[in-house]
């Protein structure tokens, strides 16, 4: 299996930072990434797709880049409403794998 | 509106069996590929199963292979999970996820909509 792991796990920062989360893969998945943001008591929602592109509806704030092996998440500048936890998962081959999650905190 | 409605969770005793469901509406159900994923308590997600939307291939995380089963029924706009043989560490909210991939017999893999959950608890 293609294990996912994303640095940090936690990251506290202010409104109208600049975030970078990072998700690595065990092997070489393309571009074949995909990252989610989750709130609480809420299903995950779909932010960035084939590693870079921007998932209709999403604000384009958000960013995605990679293939490969190491991929990243922007977040150009923080809003309160994008407080939450961010997976990546990689689509690449069964079985799909998720990372373990990343918490963006307000500090 | 894609809306996607798990039902049948609830508590099952260690070597039980539950069927869930997951009644989907807003978009052609028979062309998408269709998931579970599930998130144990204080745990990350975990995918668990995925079938096409013609229903011809389906696939198992290596956790759950041979005890758990999806399946749809593309008359009635629902897909299922037949989970048998239960554990303590099945315990978990379960999600439908539908793929991205507008196709009969592919997958993708990226999931655009998701349900809002149903809690599988599997203690004696």
């Known amino acids: 299996d293609i294990q996912m792991t994303q640095s940090p796990s936690s990251v506290s920062a202010s409104v109208g930072d600049r975030v970078t989360i990072t998700c690595r893969a065990s092997?070489?998945?393309?571009?074949?990434l995909a990252w989610y943001q989750r709130k609480p008591g809420k299903a995950p929602n779909l932010l960035i797709f084939?590693?870079?592109s921007l998932q209709s509806g999403v604000p384009s704030r958000f960013s995605g880049s990679g293939s490969g092996t190491d991929f990243t998440l922007t977040i150009s500048s923080l809003q309160p409403e994008d407080f939450a936890t961010y997976y990546c998962q990689q689509a690449n081959s069964f079985p799909y794998t998720f990372g373990q999650g990343t918490k963006l905190e307000i500090k | 509106e894609v809306q996607l409605l798990e039902s049948g969770g609830g508590l099952v005793q260690p070597g039980g069996s539950l069927r869930l469901s997951c009644a989907a509406s807003g978009f052609p159900f028979s062309s998408y590929a269709m998931s579970w994923v599930r998130q144990a308590p204080g745990k990350g997600l975990e995918w668990v199963s995925a079938?096409?939307?013609?229903?011809?291939?389906?696939n198992y995380a290596d956790s759950v292979k041979g005890r758990f089963t999806i399946s749809r029924d593309n008359s009635k706009n629902t897909l299922y999970l037949q989970m048998n043989s239960l554990r303590a560490e099945d315990t978990a909210v379960y999600y439908c996820?539908?793929?991205?991939?507008?196709?009969?017999?592919?997958?993708?893999?990226?999931?655009?909509?998701w349900g809002q959950g149903t809690l599988v608890t599997v203690s004696s």
């Open positions: 996820a539908k793929d991205q991939l507008h196709s009969s017999g592919w997958y993708r893999g990226y999931f655009d909509y």
């Open positions: 092997q070489g998945i393309s571009s074949w």
């Open positions: 084939a590693a870079s």
């Open positions: 079938i096409t939307g013609s229903g011809g291939s389906t």
